[in-house]
């Protein structure tokens, strides 16, 4: 008797592990430290570079860097939410960039820089308008927070150079604001509130 791989029970179980990732797309300037950092935090199974938010279908960097595309640099964080929340991610993703800079961080400036959340459930959506306006009301931010908060579309993969850029180029450079812990300490208050 043969036993077909994609019967076997070991196979189903993995399926039923995969189906239970979730993702989340954050755009907070250079996209290389955004994943760099982002994948080194335990629950995070995946991150991968892209650019979403615009209008042109399947854009490369080239395209992106002209501001004209109307997309970001991004990246698709793909999680474990029984080890990692979308609302811990959501006060890493506010811990490692300044959510206050209107399409720029640091020196890289344009629409593609920007501050954004692009979410994929009405459960996201509500988690990130909870984390802005907690972090608002705190005072934390001398100024206002500009960070966007949109429904998730197309996000298109970054050329195969800009995927895992700063492992395999350890000197390389990206411009990432860390922000005190404190950040992280408002939004757990604040989200823990918001849901009861």
């Given at each position: 008797m043969i036993?077909?791989?994609?019967?076997?029970p070991a196979w189903l179980e993995a399926e039923k592990v995969k189906d239970a990732y979730e993702k989340a797309v954050f755009a907070g300037g250079c996209f290389w430290g955004m994943e760099k950092y982002f994948s080194e935090e335990p629950g995070v199974v995946s991150a991968r570079v892209g650019y979403t938010g615009g209008r042109t279908a399947d854009p490369s960097y080239e395209e992106v860097c002209t501001g004209l595309t109307g997309h970001a640099e991004a990246i698709e964080i793909t999680y474990d939410p029984s080890k990692i929340s979308y609302d811990d991610l959501l006060a890493f993703f506010f811990r490692h960039?300044?959510?206050t800079t209107l399409n720029r961080q640091g020196p890289d400036v344009g629409t593609q820089y920007r501050s954004a959340i692009f979410f994929h459930t009405p459960a996201q959506r509500v988690s990130a308008e909870a984390a802005k306006a907690a972090l608002d009301r705190s005072g934390f931010f001398k100024r206002p927070i500009v960070t966007e908060i949109k429904?998730?579309?197309?996000?298109?993969?970054?050329?195969?150079?800009h995927q895992d850029y700063l492992k395999k180029n350890p000197r390389g450079y990206c411009s990432i604001q860390v922000q005190s812990e404190t950040i992280g300490q408002i939004l757990r208050s604040a989200l823990k509130k918001d849901k009861g």
């Amino acid at each position: 008797m043969i036993t077909l791989l994609w019967q076997s029970p070991a196979w189903l179980e993995a399926e039923k592990v995969k189906d239970a990732y979730e993702k989340a797309v954050f755009a907070g300037g250079c996209f290389w430290g955004m994943e760099k950092y982002f994948s080194e935090e335990p629950g995070v199974v995946s991150a991968r570079v892209g650019y979403t938010g615009g209008r042109t279908a399947d854009p490369s960097y080239e395209e992106v860097c002209t501001g004209l595309t109307g997309h970001a640099e991004a990246i698709e964080i793909t999680y474990d939410p029984s080890k990692i929340s979308y609302d811990d991610l959501l006060a890493f993703f506010f811990r490692h960039h300044d959510p206050t800079t209107l399409n720029r961080q640091g020196p890289d400036v344009g629409t593609q820089y920007r501050s954004a959340i692009f979410f994929h459930t009405p459960a996201q959506r509500v988690s990130a308008e909870a984390a802005k306006a907690a972090l608002d009301r705190s005072g934390f931010f001398k100024r206002p927070i500009v960070t966007e908060i949109k429904l998730a579309g197309s996000f298109y993969p970054a050329e195969d150079y800009h995927q895992d850029y700063l492992k395999k180029n350890p000197r390389g450079y990206c411009s990432i604001q860390v922000q005190s812990e404190t950040i992280g300490q408002i939004l757990r208050s604040a989200l823990k509130k918001d849901k009861g």
